[in-house]
């Protein structure tokens, strides 16, 4: 055993950080809020959007596999 361990650094790097605890609380607290207040129309507006730019910034490659899922191998076109 090493007689110098006591010089090691121990500390986590991943350690809480309060200040981000505290503002993570606050949008989680907000973003529960906003959903239990919103229209069911707004919120699937909401959620198109989001899966649109999701589909965005896939490649065609992905595109064209999820495609495939969705419609099966026999379609190799997109109509």
Known sequence: ???TYWEDDIT???EPDPEQDRRDM???TLGEYR???MAVSEM??????YLHDDLESRSTDE???L???LVGNESQEVH
């Open 12 to 14: 986590d790097d991943h």
């Open 26 to 28: 606050i949008v989680n």
């Open 67 to 69: 495609y495939a899922q």
């Open 63 to 65: 595109l064209e596999g």
């Open 1 to 3: 055993m090493s007689t």
């Open 44 to 49: 699937l507006a909401m959620c198109s959007a």
């Open 35 to 37: 959903l239990n207040v």
